[in-house]
């Protein structure tokens, strides 16, 4: 809608907020000693790019301990929302410190 001044309603394409910001977990002082997932969702080169980050990771902070994708499955497709139900409990149990996830588009 327009009026005499030449100005028009406009509308912000990004619906409302239904989620409150939450806090992030705290950092980890070390990588040395942790152990790291790697998630991923199969898409685009993470096979590569794991391999590289494991090995540059590893020369700075010794002692870490990687799990690879394999061991929680796709985190795209079919199933995507038992593997993300899942994970919370998954990491735990594992005793996993960090995560890497990768994404391909």
């Not at 001044?5 to 806090?23: A, F, H, I, K, M």
């Not at 977990?25 to 790291?36: E, N, Y």
């Not at 994708?69 to 996993?96: C, M, N, Q, W, Y």
Request: proline share 6%.
């Amino acid at each position: 809608m327009s009026n005499k001044e030449g100005t028009y309603s406009v509308y912000w394409p990004r619906g409302e907020r239904t989620l409150d910001v939450q806090p992030v977990a705290p950092r980890l002082d070390s990588l040395s000693g942790k152990t790291v997932a790697f998630l991923w969702d199969y898409m685009f080169r993470g096979d590569e790019i794991f391999a590289i980050l494991q090995t540059e990771l590893l020369a700075r902070f010794p002692g870490m301990r990687f799990i690879g994708p394999d061991e929680f499955g796709s985190t795209h497709g079919e199933d995507e929302r038992k593997i993300l139900a899942a994970l919370p409990e998954k990491l735990k149990s594992l005793k996993v410190d960090a995560v890497i996830s990768g994404m391909g588009c």
